[in-house]
Every structure is written in structure tokens, then in C-alpha cells.
């Protein structure tokens, strides 16, 4: 037979479990269910749940930032969250610019920005991978925004070569109609300025980012630089 101290013991831990029942279903039965577009300041403190594409992402000891945007879109959401949200390795190789996303969490104002704050009850998964496929330069020079701060891999055709400058700079076309045409700087290490590669097809995977001076949309060339001969 159970003494009273027991049975106080008892009581005690279901009494904990209901109550942190009802608190996980009342915050999950709040949640909203909206596109990034929709999100603004006046839903601070509110529960969100979203989806987007990761177009950066930074690793730090405990925590992880990103962003995500909606496709089309250029406004973008910075999602917050402890590194032990993504509990498995397969999630962190999944968690990539480019990866589609699915996160809940809470709306919560940090430095004047608003961000979501992926917690406890929160939610993190993968809805679509990230494709290692060529972007065409069409669809990437028409919607610059889109894909900024994101890797890409593109390829075309070299029109131009300038190695006046640290940092080599090559200018890509299209290799359907030479209509498009996209800036891109090639990192010391990736590139032999001896070759003559004008001419020639080439697959570059890097950066995109607008270059306030110039006012131009280019491609940083910092992973990999192809010239097929």
C-alpha cells in the first residue's frame, strides 16, 4: 500500500505533465499559419508558423541565424534558433542556402529587427533539399533580389577576361541567345590568368550580391570556377 508521501509524489508529476500538456496545445492551437509577406511588427509576441527558402545562414556556438525568403519575394525573415533544434546530422547537412524550410516559433524584437525565435515547442524541418542544379542567367539577371546572399551555380559562355584588378573579373553569357549577361569576380585561388579562356563555355558556383558602386548585381566566384576547353 502506498504511504501519503508517495501518493503526494505522485500527484505532483501528473499534475506537471497535464499542466505542460495544456500549455503545448494551447500555444500549438494559437499558432498562425501565414507566408513571410504577411508577417509585420504588429504580430509581435504572436506564434507564427512559415515557410521559406534559406538564402543565408550562419553557425555560432550554441545558436543558429538564417534567413529565409519566399520565392518571388524580397522582403526575408531571420530565424533564430538553438543549435540543438537541429538534432541530427542529416538535418544540419540538409540546412544549406537554397534548402526549403518549415519553422514555428515566436515573433520577438531584437536590436529594433524582428526575427522568429524557434523554442522549446517550436518547430524546424526540411520540406524541400537543396538541388545542386545550374540557375539560368535568364531567370537569376531578371530576378537579382531573389537570389541574393544565396549560392548558385550557373554557366555560360566567357565574353570578356579583366585581371586588372586582385580579384580576376569575367563577364558570362548565356549559351542559348547570348542575351543575358552577368558579371562575375573569380577569387585569386580559382583562376590561372595565363590561360586565354575567352570564348570558351564555363560553370562558376558562388554568391550573388549587389555592388552598391557600380550599381550592378555580379557573382562572387568563391567555391568553383570550370572552364571547359
Do not use: H
Not at 119 to 128: C, K, R, T, W
Amino acid at each position: 500500500m502506498l504511504d501519503k508521501q508517495k501518493i503526494l509524489t505522485i500527484a505532483v508529476i501528473f499534475s506537471i505533465i497535464g499542466i505542460s500538456t495544456l500549455y503545448i496545445f494551447s500555444a500549438q492551437s494559437s499558432t498562425r499559419k501565414m507566408d513571410i509577406s504577411e508577417i509585420n511588427e504588429e504580430l509581435l509576441g504572436s506564434r507564427v508558423r512559415t515557410e521559406g527558402v534559406i538564402s543565408e545562414i550562419s553557425w555560432f556556438g550554441y545558436m543558429v541565424l538564417f534567413e529565409i525568403k519566399e520565392k518571388g519575394e524580397e522582403e526575408s525573415l531571420t530565424i533564430v534558433c538553438d543549435r540543438e533544434i537541429i538534432d541530427t546530422d542529416e538535418k544540419r547537412r540538409e540546412m544549406v542556402t537554397g534548402a526549403e524550410v518549415m519553422v514555428e516559433g515566436e515573433l520577438e524584437e531584437y536590436e529594433g529587427e524582428m526575427n522568429l525565435r524557434i523554442d522549446s515547442i517550436g518547430e524546424l524541418s526540411i520540406v524541400n533539399k537543396a538541388v545542386s542544379s545550374f540557375t539560368p542567367l535568364s531567370e537569376l539577371l531578371e530576378n537579382p533580389e531573389w537570389y541574393e546572399g544565396m549560392k548558385v551555380k550557373v554557366r555560360g559562355e566567357i565574353l570578356e577576361v579583366d585581371n586588372s584588378t586582385e580579384s580576376s573579373s569575367i563577364i558570362l553569357t548565356d549559351l542559348e541567345s547570348k542575351r543575358y549577361k552577368l558579371q562575375c569576380e573569380i577569387v585569386k585561388d580559382l583562376y590561372d590568368d595565363e590561360k586565354d579562356i575567352v570564348g570558351y563555355p564555363a560553370v562558376l558556383e558562388g554568391y550573388i550580391r549587389y555592388e552598391s558602386e557600380t550599381g550592378t548585381w555580379k557573382l562572387r566566384c568563391t567555391d568553383s570556377f570550370e572552364v571547359k576547353s
